[in-house]
Every structure is written in C-alpha cells, then in structure tokens.
C-alpha cells in the first residue's frame, strides 16, 4: 500500500496559524514545547502501538471534568427540532441507535479501516488504547449510556477514526493508493451534497465527541512512522488539531480563526463558539457554569420553569442592563432617527455605536446557518458561564423585524445572503433565540445604551427628517436654496420699503 502525506506549507495562510504553530509537538499542541521526532520502531511494522503512543498525547487537550456534551432542552429545541438531529451519519453515543442513520455505519467501517492502515495499529490494539479513554469520555456526556465498556469504546474509535480521516481527505492531506482493501475507502468526500451534510451534522450538540479522543487519534496519524519512511514530510509540519478543525469548520461559517485558540475546548461546538466570539469566557472562569446542574448523570433534571416559555418572558427589569438589548428598535426605525449602517472589522459578534453608525460584523446567511446559531445558543444555554452569544441573537431579532429591514441592512453590507429571499431572512432571526434565557450584564450592552440614547433624542430625528424629505436629491436641495433666497429677498425688500417710507 502507498500511503503518503502532501505538505502543508500552503494552507497556513488560509488556515491563519500563528507563525510557528505547525512545528509544535503533537504531544504538546499548542504548548509551544517540542520533542524529537521518534525514530524507526521495528515493532510498528507489526502493528503494534509503540509505547509513546500510550502516554505522549493530550498534555493539553485534557478530558473535561464535568459534562460538556448533552440532549438540547425541549424549549430550545421546539422551535426547530430538525435543526438538532443528525440528517445523515451519528457521531457519538447519542444518536447512534436512530435507525435512519444505520446506512452510514458500513461507511465508518471504511473509514476506520483507512485509519489502521496509516497508522499501522492494529485493531486490538488500537481497540485497547482507546478503552483507557472510556471513563474520561463518559464523564464528558450528562447521560448514562446502556451500552457496555467494550461497546462504548468502539463507538468512540469507530467514529473517532471517521472524523480524523474525513477531515484529513477533506484537505487532501493525505492519499491512500494500491492495496486498500476497499475499492472506493472514503465514499463519503468528494461528493458535494454527502460532504457537506456531514460537516453540517458534525456541528450539532447532540452529535459530538469528546475534543481530547479526536486530538489523540490525529496524534496516532502524526507520528505515524509510514509516512517517515514513504514521505518527506515528518508529523511534526502538519497543524496541531486546534488549527485542522478550526480550518475545517471555517467552511461552513466563513468566520476567520482567531490567532490564539483556546487550549481548553471541550468539542467541535464548543471551537465554534470560540470562533465566533473570541472574547467569550471560557470553563475556567467564575460565573454560571453548569457544573452544579449537571451533578446528576441525565439532563432531564433541568429546571423548565428557568427557561422560560417565550421570549417575551424573559425582559429583564428595568435595573437591568439586558433591558436595553430588548429595547432596541428595528433597523428601519433607527434609519429614520438618522443612524447609519457599517461593517465592523473585528470578532464576528463585535457590536459598536459610534457618533450615529452602527456597526456589525457582516452577517453570511447561507444553507445550515440556523442550525449553527441553534446548536451555538443551545450550548451556551446549558454549558457555559455567560450568555454573549444569547446576547448577540437577541440583538439581532430586535434589529430585524420586517423584510424591509434586511433589505436596508443588505445595503449597507452587514448581511449577505446566499439564497433565500429577505422573508427567510427575517424569520430565521425572528425566531431563533426564543425560550432562550438572557439575564445580566452583557458586552454589547453599551453600545445598545449609546443607540438607545441617540434613537431618543429628537433632534437626530428631525435632522434625518430634514435630509429625507428636502435633501435627498440636488433637485430638492436646488428648490429649498431658490426658495430660501427669494424669502431672504422678499425680507430685504420689504425692510427697505419700510425705511424708505419713513
């Protein structure tokens, strides 16, 4: 068989890696440490792991202490319960028996298959060093799973190996050519409807494995001696997992990866998060995190009366800084008050008002963004210790209410739309933060003050009347200049018959 690496010099620009971070050890991704490449090992040639394998990896990509993967609450997922299921293959333990999912296992096989031929592992193997990981990846799921030690570990190698090799074919990082045991290994890439759908299913909540099994098993293809020996590229210049899956799930956001991602992610969705609010707390920061919620193993404790039931339920009190994102008005209205529309330049959920222009990162509305801010908010709602992305969608609902807001805020750049008309538009925002609950201070909070305060003040409105009704063409200004003068004649006319009758 030939199995051989591409390099990858060339995507670090679109990857937007900080300089240096693809020489980083596999062992200590993103530590900035590194250790020698290993060399030959006789015994991998017999497919058996070498020692290092078993105790090199996740020095940083620890397993979380506390749940961190969950069923989305019934509240949240009423609105749009598709938006939460996996459409076409089951990554996890929490979908893995949905029957219209079953055709996709004899794909994971291939997959896996695949991963042992690069790696050289064994099944056993392989098998056996992912059974050390089990109690780690049950610990990250608030359920309690039926299935068995040796069930549950070959769920996560199964699907564990599906992510690495889908991701790694994605980017042509790797080929696998001549004695392959299946004709066609990766039926999955390659076809545009089946990989995308599976990118799509990859960014669900309920469909997520634990983030420190995918870094552990990328490790096993980094150090893999075959490719030392049947390539020039050695493990050490391929990009530490944070950078390959932050490239990867760049596809379906069209967000740029920020320079220093976090070492403490718990799973692709929580990467996403990451990705679209850089400025987000992260676990270890105080506030309310989920750890005393998820004292029990199932998510079915969770309080539904906190929730709430519509999101008009949950305006905050008048003391309450939230209270000025729910009083912000629609875009139309704040165009008449004379506030204009502009592209902000920084995080994906930066908001700023400044001297009458607000300002928003533009918006890519396209194929699967609901289901994204969905499972984004769903997380956020059970897992995490602020509410900045509840915050931002909130925001975003009061600004558009009718179609003629999404128009205006095309015009302006702040959303591009891919498909779709401006109504699909406006509903996606009207009802995507619903029975989410918001409370506290929140970043952007300020910035909705300062277009509260503007909003209310008259003066912006008759100014904006003025250069609506009279200023908006140089026909109309031409008429108010000719009028204008002829009454400034007219006056001097008539002071000076005035003092000429005197």
């Known amino acids: ?35 020698h490449n290993p060399g030959p090992n006789p015994d991998r040639a017999k497919k058996k792991p070498c020692a290092s394998m078993d105790s090199g990896y996740g020095k940083v990509f620890l397993p979380s202490s506390y749940p961190c993967i969950s069923r989305v609450h019934l509240n949240l997922r009423e609105e749009n319960p598709k938006a939460f ?92 050519e001549g004695d392959h045991p299946d004709p066609d290994p990766h039926p999955l890439n390659g076809q545009k409807y089946w990989t995308w759908q599976v990118m799509m299913d990859m960014t669900l909540l309920e469909n997520q494995l634990p983030f420190f099994v995918i870094d552990r098993l990328y490790w096993f293809v980094r150090c893999s001696n075959s490719f030392n020996a049947k390539s020039n590229t050695e493990w050490k210049d391929f990009p530490p997992t944070r950078e390959l899956v932050s490239a990867f799930l760049k596809k379906v956001t069209d967000v740029n990866i920020p320079p220093n991602i976090p070492e403490n992610v718990d799973h692709f969705v929580d990467l996403l998060r990451f990705l679209y609010n850089p400025k987000s707390k992260r676990k270890e920061s105080t506030g309310n995190d989920c750890r005393e919620i998820f004292s029990t193993p ?41 506030v204009k529309f502009d592209r902000a330049t920084g995080s994906p959920m930066d908001i700023e008002f400044i001297k009458g222009v607000l300002k928003i990162h533009p918006i890519l509305i396209q194929e699967g963004t609901e289901i994204i801010f969905r499972n984004l908010l769903a997380f956020e709602q059970l897992h995490c210790p602020d509410e900045s992305i509840t915050a931002y969608l909130c925001f975003l609902d009061k600004l558009i209410d009718t179609p003629s807001d999404v128009d205006l805020l095309k015009e302006a750049g702040v959303i591009r739309s891919i498909g779709g008309s401006n109504e699909d538009v406006c509903k996606l925002f009207n009802n995507i933060w619903r029975n989410a609950n918001l409370t506290g201070r929140q970043r952007i909070s300020g910035a909705c003050k300062d277009l509260n305060g503007y909003y209310k003040a008259p003066w912006h409105k008759w100014k904006a009347t003025l250069k609506r009704e009279y200023l908006s063409t140089p026909w109309k200004v031409m ?3 000719v009028g204008f003068s002829l009454l400034v004649l007219t006056f001097i006319q008539a002071v000076c018959s005035i003092l000429t009758a005197d």
């Not at 068989?1 to 010099?9: A, D, I, L």
């Not at 608030?142 to 889908?166: M, R």
Request: overall charge negative; aromatic content about 10%.
């Open 1 to 35: 068989m030939n199995v051989g690496f591409h390099k990858t010099t060339h995507l670090n620009a679109e990857w937007n890696c900080p300089e240096g971070s693809s020489k980083q050890s596999a062992g200590h991704v993103g530590s900035g440490q590194t250790t």
């Open 85 to 176: 299921t996996p459409c076409l293959i089951s990554i996890g333990p929490l979908h893995r028996g949905n029957e219209e999912l079953q055709s996709m296992e004899k794909h994971k096989s291939s997959y896996l298959r695949t991963f042992l031929h690069v790696t050289t592992l064994g099944f056993d193997d392989c098998f056996n060093l992912v059974r050390k990981w089990e109690a780690d990846a049950r610990r990250c799921y608030a359920e309690t799973f039926k299935q068995k030690n040796g069930e549950f570990a070959k769920i996560i190698l199964e699907d564990g190996c599906f992510v690495v090799v889908f991701i790694l074919v994605y980017f042509n990082l790797f080929s696998v």
């Open 298 to 338: 199932s998510a079915s404790h969770l309080d539904v009366e906190s929730m709430g039931n519509d999101s008009t339920e949950n305006v905050s009190t008048p003391g309450n800084d939230c209270s000025e994102i729910f009083s912000t008005r629609s875009a139309t209205h704040l165009h008449a008050a004379g």
């Open 479 to 481: 008429g108010i200049t």
